[in-house]
């Protein structure tokens, strides 16, 4: 790979907030090269490790956002980006010379950050196999058409990208590890965007996805608070629209079904420890009336809360346990 540019841009003036120039890849006598990345503007402040080998760059670290900005990733030549929050099950995945910003609206805001670029040659290698798949998506609707595409992190992909930022060993053995961990999430990604399930990218954006873990966070401490949408936009300051859809699309339910499932599943384990009375549950999870309890708790379980008690083996392991990553 020949010599590589870096440049870190605001939008819509493109006000250069950091730029940096590589030599080629590291020798072989140098398997991996691995430098401090420090960055100090008005607009962006990063802590972070630089780890480069043969076509691949890893950034690993903490940014910091003093104020809202549009960032705009450019290389010379265009590389492949995946940038990781983990903390906020984003990614981002794009080419390097794409004209549209990631948008950062919420000021004062730090996030652990994982950004990987991927040389042409290295992607070529990784998705000749895939032909169909990924090379397809990637030629006619992926990072080649110049956009920016979200998705939402997998558990998987948190383990790998631990697996990243905690990588101890040093020379070949980290190229190895790395190199395999990058391939990983390569494929981790492919799984998401197979023509037998297609990909759609998430719309959610980084500053409001805080906001929406925030709603969560509220419905599961107060299960007995009768919320409204109102309520909740106000609270974390989202239109209604947007804490409905984003909602929906970051946790793949609704509020109200993620808190009625909430509810219920309290009101199992109430019912099985067998301390309180069916009444009781119903008012402890938010019910005025217990036939109103009975007839949701029914549907939700397929068994009536007089079924549930202390020693019935069908109680212990509850449908709610076998739903997603909320």
């Not at 691949?56 to 003093?66: L, Q, R, W």
């Not at 940038?83 to 000021?107: A, L, N, V």
Request: proline share 5%; aromatic share 10%.
């Amino acid at each position: 790979m020949n010599a590589l540019r870096i440049q870190l841009s605001g939008h819509p003036h493109r006000d250069v907030i950091w730029e940096q120039q590589y030599a080629g890849d590291p020798t072989l006598e140098r398997i991996v090269e691995e430098s401090e990345l420090v960055i100090r503007h008005p607009f962006l402040e990063v802590n972070a490790v630089h780890t480069r080998f043969r076509g691949v760059h890893i950034v690993s670290g903490e940014v910091f956002f003093p104020h809202p900005v549009h960032l705009r990733a450019y290389t010379t030549p265009a590389m492949y980006e995946l940038t990781f929050f983990p903390e906020h099950d984003i990614c981002y995945f794009y080419r390097s010379y794409t004209e549209r910003p990631i948008q950062i609206t919420r000021h004062q805001a730090a996030y652990s950050i994982v950004t990987i670029l991927l040389s042409e040659s290295f992607m070529q290698q990784v998705i000749a196999p895939f032909a169909g798949t990924l090379a397809d998506w990637l030629i006619t609707q992926g990072a080649a058409a110049r956009q920016v595409y979200t998705m939402p992190l997998t558990p998987s992909m948190k383990i790998v990208l631990y697996k990243i930022r905690t990588c101890r060993y040093n020379g070949l053995l980290k190229r190895m590890l790395l190199e395999s961990k990058v391939l990983d999430l390569l494929v981790l990604l492919l799984k998401q965007i197979t023509p037998e399930k297609p990909f759609k990218s998430l719309t959610v954006r980084l500053d409001d996805v805080d906001k929406l873990y925030e709603v969560k966070r509220v419905v599961e401490q107060h299960l007995t608070h009768q919320h409204s949408l109102r309520e909740l936009a106000r609270q974390v300051g989202l239109n209604e629209f947007k804490l409905k859809k984003g909602f929906r699309e970051l946790f793949g339910t609704t509020i109200f079904s993620y808190l009625l499932d909430l509810r219920m599943e309290h009101a199992r384990q109430l019912l099985i420890q067998g301390t309180m009375t069916i009444e009781e549950v119903a008012e402890e999870v938010g019910y005025r009336y217990a036939k109103n309890f009975m007839t949701a708790f029914k549907k939700k379980f397929n068994m009536l809360p007089v079924e549930i008690g202390p020693g019935n083996d069908k109680t212990r392991e509850g449908p709610f346990r076998k739903r997603g990553r909320l």
